[in-house]
């Protein structure tokens, strides 16, 4: 979200929401954060948490691996990795569907799930509408207005259209996005 860039004003913005967001959700009494584990909002989640827990050495973060197949991640990945007072790897074996069973797995394990979810179909649509399903607390720190950028919108009408010509009947695809929850 907010372009990646942590100087632009949007990810500043997307930055002081997701703290005051944890903040309050730690004075109501939350004090153990799960993340995805995602490039994006998973690890600015996560490194939010991080911070927190400076400050209240109680707070836990549990960093939620969709799998471990042996990848080579970045350094920031694994100083999240290392931060983390627990990891749960779900699976040795690569399947994209792990990525949605990741996401099952953050909302079944949640009492409330903060993302930034801005009505672009995919993998935090999915999670956002698994979690309404369960009745569980939804906070979602993009502005209300986003409907996501107009290239992006194309670029998701072009891949269907191509993927319909070259998909056979019966396959599936699974596109993954990045959800945080508590």
Do not use: W
Request: with cysteine; net charge negative; hydrophobic share 35%.
């Amino acid at each position: 979200p907010g372009g990646g860039s942590a100087d632009t004003m949007e990810m500043q913005r997307i930055t002081r929401d997701l703290d005051n967001e944890i903040a309050n959700s730690y004075a109501e009494g939350f004090d153990t954060y799960m993340v995805g584990m995602a490039e994006g909002f998973d690890m600015l989640a996560a490194e939010r948490v991080l911070e927190l827990k400076k400050q209240h050495p109680e707070v836990k973060l549990i960093a939620v691996e969709p799998l471990d197949d042996g990848r080579i991640h970045s350094e920031r990945y694994n100083t999240i990795l290392n931060a983390a007072d627990r990891v749960e790897t779900l699976s040795r074996d690569f399947n994209m569907g792990r990525y949605y069973q990741r996401n099952q797995y953050l909302v079944d394990n949640c009492s409330k799930l903060i993302c930034y979810y801005d009505g672009i179909a995919g993998g935090t649509e999915y999670t956002v509408e698994y979690a309404r399903k369960q009745d569980k607390r939804i906070v979602n720190i993009a502005p209300k207005e986003e409907k996501g950028p107009k290239m992006i919108d194309n670029i998701n009408i072009l891949l269907r259209d191509d993927l319909n010509r070259t998909i056979r009947p019966g396959s599936s695809v699974n596109i993954t996005a990045s959800c945080f929850s508590i």
